[in-house]
């Protein structure tokens, strides 16, 4: 669907698409999750005075905050500034983001009728998110747009619990006691995740990543069977359209193949698991030497830099054991981080031999 001109400008592939196809890049990619955020002093300028959602329905301001850590650090791709419930927003549920906790359902969701009373259509009211993407496009150049979207586990925990979830307890509870509520919740978010990464690939994003946060806290067993199924029907429907799929979860180190069969091109490694071992966990069985995407921990950027040093070669070595690596962290910016020492993080892996 999407023709080469997407992959490359001029004649060389950008780095973190060359890793995800496979080839080998003339610079190991190096981004950084939540990178747009309240690590950047710029951010919080301008996002004083402007709720969350708001801001990720405002394509200027999505525009601008999606390309302040790229010029800042020179990292190798763009992520939308935009967050997992904004689907959930365009399709009319009542959701809000708190400062300081996260997502907060106002009616948390628990029984079959509630789940039958959801709304999944999303209208026109994804337009804003098409727009930002597109003087995004114009703005960045060759360095590449990733766009991504919640699985449909994380969405729903967010939904059942009302908001963040230290167990997750009442979605297991929902999980294992109504299966067929469960799958219904499931395939409702599916609907509304894929019609989300569909928009943005429409509208010019080069890669996307679905963010499976909260799947550590599954068994491999209960991720397979009440998991799987709904993130590969979110995944599978991308696998024609052109662009990688990078899926990841934070705690997932025993999901990795799983995760992988979901239909991921990049699978994300938090920092538990060195990248050599979780190589070689994913090519067990002959399967293929996966690419990967990880894994420094994100609070050892407030170490001094010689940790910080060492770590990045140890895990820039480790990742020569993968068939691909996207260096990145192991989960999210912390929002107290030095922004300068993410510079510095940038500057030392352009450094090393890719
Ligand atoms: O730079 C990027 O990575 C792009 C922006 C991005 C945000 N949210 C912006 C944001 C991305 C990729 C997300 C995804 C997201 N949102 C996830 C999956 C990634 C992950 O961290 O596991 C999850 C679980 C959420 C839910 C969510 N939204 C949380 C837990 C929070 C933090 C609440 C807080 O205040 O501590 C949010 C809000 C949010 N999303 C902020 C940002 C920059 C902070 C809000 C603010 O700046 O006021």
């Not at 780095?15 to 919080?44: C, D, H, I, N």
């Not at 192991?330 to 450094?351: A, F, I, Y």
Request: charged share 20%.
């Amino acid at each position: 669907m999407l023709s080469g001109e997407h992959r490359t400008q001029g004649d060389v592939t950008a780095p973190l698409l060359a890793v995800a196809a496979g080839e080998k890049p003339s610079r190991t990619p190096v981004w950084f999750m939540r990178q747009a955020g309240r690590s950047l002093p710029e951010y919080r300028k301008l996002r004083e005075g402007v709720p969350m959602l708001e801001a990720c329905f405002n394509p200027e301001m999505v525009c601008e905050v999606t390309l302040q850590p790229v010029r800042r650090h020179d990292v190798d791709a763009a992520i939308l500034f935009s967050d997992i419930v904004v689907p959930l927003v365009a399709a009319g549920i009542g959701v809000d983001i708190v400062p300081g906790t996260g997502p907060v359902v106002a009616e948390p969701v628990r029984t079959a009728a509630q789940v039958d009373a959801l709304p999944a259509d999303t209208g026109d009211r994804f337009e804003p998110i098409t727009q930002a993407i597109r003087l995004i496009r114009d703005e960045l150049g060759r360095t590449p747009l990733i766009g991504f979207a919640g699985a449909p586990f994380t969405l729903a925990s967010y939904l059942i619990e009302g908001g963040p979830s230290r167990n997750h307890e009442r979605t297991k509870a929902l999980m294992h006691s109504d299966k067929q509520t469960w799958h219904a919740l499931l395939t409702k978010l599916a609907g509304i995740t894929r019609e989300f990464i569909e928009v943005q690939i429409a509208a010019g994003v080069q890669a996307v990543q679905l963010f499976d946060s909260w799947a550590g806290a599954l068994s491999e067993r209960d991720y397979r069977e009440l998991v799987l199924p709904h993130s590969a029907s979110v995944l599978g429907a991308l696998a024609d359209a052109g662009v990688p799929r990078i899926h990841f979860g934070v705690g997932t180190s025993e999901l990795l193949p799983a995760m992988r069969e979901a239909g991921a091109d990049v699978v994300g490694v938090d920092w538990r698991l060195p990248l050599d071992e979780a190589a070689r966990r994913l090519s067990a069985n002959g399967a293929p030497n996966p690419v990967l995407q990880g894994n420094l921990d994100p609070a050892v950027l407030m170490a001094d830099f010689d940790v910080v040093d060492a770590e990045v070669r140890r895990i820039h070595a480790e990742g020569k054991a993968a068939g691909g690596h996207i260096f990145n962290l192991g989960h999210g910016v912390l929002p107290d981080t030095n922004p300068d020492v993410l510079t510095r993080v940038v500057e030392l892996v352009h450094s090393l031999e890719p």
